[in-house]
């Protein structure tokens, strides 16, 4: 149940996040000085930890998704394998959203 309450919680966090980066991007679109605003919100201390919390509930939400989608196929419905799954879910949105802010800081 609280995996269920999580995926409904960070698809509508995606909803705000979404309209962020949409702004983000009319931002870009209306010229340097706009853009210059934009990405210096983004470049905060707080924009940084939204962007963290976004691409983290993008991945939870994500890695839901499969969840739902094995379940589809009869796979993993017995308790055990739904705690494992729900478990997994967590610990592996964790680490990828890490390894993705990793890689991404080291390009950068």
Do not use: C, E, N
Request: charged share 10%.
């Amino acid at each position: 149940m609280t995996m269920s309450i999580a995926h409904r919680v960070t698809g509508g966090a995606l909803y705000f996040g979404t309209v962020l980066f949409a702004a983000w991007l009319v931002a870009l679109a209306m010229g340097a000085d706009a853009f210059s605003i934009a990405q210096a919100v983004v470049a905060s201390p707080i924009g940084l930890l939204v962007l963290f919390g976004y691409t983290w509930a993008l991945i939870h939400h994500a890695l839901g998704g499969l969840r739902h989608f094995f379940w589809d196929f009869g796979i993993g419905l017995d308790k055990p394998a739904r705690d494992r799954i729900a478990l997994a879910t967590i610990v592996g949105s964790v680490a990828i959203t890490i390894v993705v802010w990793v890689v991404g800081l080291l390009i950068r």
